[in-house]
């Protein structure tokens, strides 16, 4: 079973900050936050990954508060092709991914 | 860097055939991880190897299914006498050894009828 939790869906228009936040109440020490973006008929495509705090990079930013329950993605400036499903997971180290159903992003005009 | 390959793409098969998919990973990524997705929902995790050794498999792979990779490079899925429910996508993933991350392929969209 997952071990997250996340809004099945949200809806945007394109130009806008989109926040998707991520619940892991049961995370453990050795637990890394990870996050997929995956298109209809395509695989998924790992987007960032962070353990604390802030993680940074060209596609998103990964925010992380200190107790570790949560965390949010933050996409800059959507464009419609940010429509996509987005998965957050948690991993350690080399193991199996374990997906849930992830949420839903719409991006309109 | 070509990415990860599957082959074939699509495959409609009737139902009792038997079928086979192959993994071309990344070169040099020693592991390598099959998934299966349906309609709607996540990957769910099949089987794992690190170079030529299967080290983990899921109770979703029965007996109908068996996984190699011989030479620790590319590696096969094959499903024995296949059944509507094994319809699905097949997702193969492939990391590197020294990060955890894992590289998907396209898939192969199994259909049998």
């Known amino acids: 079973l997952a071990k997250t939790t996340q809004p099945i869906s949200m809806d945007s228009y394109e130009g806008q900050e989109v926040n998707i936040t991520c619940s892991h109440n049961?995370?453990?020490?050795?637990?890394?936050i990870t996050w997929y973006q995956q298109f209809p008929s395509q695989g998924p495509r790992f987007i960032i990954q962070?353990?604390?705090t802030k993680v940074t990079n060209e596609v998103a930013s990964l925010f992380i508060p200190a107790d570790r329950k949560s965390s949010t993605l933050s996409l800059p400036r959507v464009s419609l092709s940010d429509t996509a499903v987005y998965y957050c997971?948690?991993?350690?180290?080399?193991?199996?991914?374990?997906f849930g159903t992830g949420t839903r992003l719409l991006v309109s005009p | 860097d070509t990415g990860v390959s599957q082959d074939p793409r699509h495959k409609i098969t009737k139902r009792g055939q038997n079928v086979t998919f192959r993994c071309d990973p990344i070169?040099?990524?020693?592991?390598l991880y099959w998934y299966r997705q349906t309609l709607g929902q996540g990957p769910e995790f099949l089987t794992y190897?690190?170079?030529?050794?299967?080290?983990?498999k899921s109770r979703l792979l029965s007996d109908r299914f068996s996984a190699e990779r011989p030479k620790g490079s590319f590696s096969t899925l094959e499903i024995q006498r296949t059944e509507q429910g094994d319809s699905a996508m097949y997702l193969c993933?492939?990391?590197?050894?020294?990060?955890?991350?894992?590289?998907f392929g396209p898939g192969t969209r199994l259909t049998v009828t």
């Open positions: 993933a492939s990391s590197p050894p020294d990060r955890g991350e894992q590289y």
């Open positions: 070169s040099e990524h020693n592991r």
């Open positions: 190897f690190q170079n030529e050794a299967q080290l983990e």
């Open positions: 962070g353990y604390k």
């Open positions: 049961n995370i453990a020490t050795n637990d890394y």
């Open positions: 997971l948690l991993n350690t180290g080399f193991q199996k991914l374990v």
